[in-house]
């Protein structure tokens, strides 16, 4: 069974240029999740998604953050504009039962903002 | 003061040595995890524990609810259990489904 997949694995962008991640789930998982972890801490929950609603939102910045997942499968994360604070590893997970359920890890997106 | 915190924040042992990480948190949960997350940022998910005890090969995950500690041990380390292990709480209540991590512990093995 393939796992989570991300892409790109790493991405070098200079401030204020626009940014996107994708991560496919695991095949029939409904709950996404996208979290973003800085150096030497633990990953920060930005956003849940429950097959195509975001019931989780409290913690993405929305000025500059969006996220979709449109036919609730892949998703997709925009940063725009990046500003260096946002250098940082994204990881996407799912889960099948949302919370009550193991989360399964893509290998991340490791950005650095110029 | 970190709802979740871990210990120690580094760890150095030798081939075959037991070891044990700390994990306390502050708030009340249904669950706790214990992550292994290698260099190049892959997560892997060891244990998922709500009470008692869970062991897989050489690791052992322990609870205590009303103590809201855990532990996680490692018996024969070997140098490929060189990693971080991150704990993490899933909150009860409301925000049930939303995992707070602790910052991890960076053990390494040297043979």
């Known amino acids: 069974e393939a796992g989570v997949v991300q892409s790109p694995r790493y991405k070098i962008i200079e401030k204020k240029q626009p940014v996107a991640f994708w991560c496919n789930p695991i095949?029939?998982?409904?709950?996404l999740y996208w979290y973003r972890q800085n150096l030497g801490q633990g990953p920060e929950l930005l956003i849940r998604?429950?097959?195509?609603?975001?019931?989780?939102d409290s913690q993405l910045p929305k000025d500059r953050f969006s996220a979709e997942r449109l036919k609730g499968v892949d998703s997709t994360l925009k940063i725009q504009p990046a500003e260096l604070g946002d250098s940082a590893v994204y990881l996407c997970?799912?889960?099948?039962?949302?919370?009550?359920?193991?989360?399964?890890f893509g290998p991340g997106t490791r950005l650095t903002v110029l | 003061k970190n709802e979740v915190e871990q210990s120690p924040q580094n760890l150095t042992a030798q081939e075959g040595e037991f070891i044990t990480i700390n994990c306390s948190y502050s708030?009340?949960?249904?669950?706790l995890h214990w992550l292994q997350q290698h260099p190049g940022g892959g997560i892997v998910s060891l244990f998922m524990?709500?009470?008692g005890k869970k062991k897989h090969g050489r690791l052992i995950a322990t609870i205590n609810i009303q103590e809201k500690h855990s532990s996680l041990h490692i018996t024969a380390s070997h140098p490929r259990d060189s990693a971080v292990y991150i704990c993490?709480?899933?909150?009860?209540?409301?925000?049930?489904?939303?995992?707070?991590f602790g910052e991890g512990t960076q053990l390494t093995v040297n043979p």
């Open positions: 708030v009340g949960i249904s669950a």
């Open positions: 993490a709480v899933r909150r009860g209540g409301t925000s049930g489904s939303r995992l707070t």
């Open positions: 524990l709500s009470s």
């Open positions: 998604y429950e097959n195509e609603e975001a019931v989780d």
């Open positions: 997970a799912s889960s099948s039962r949302g919370g009550a359920d193991t989360q399964y």
């Open positions: 095949s029939g998982h409904n709950t």
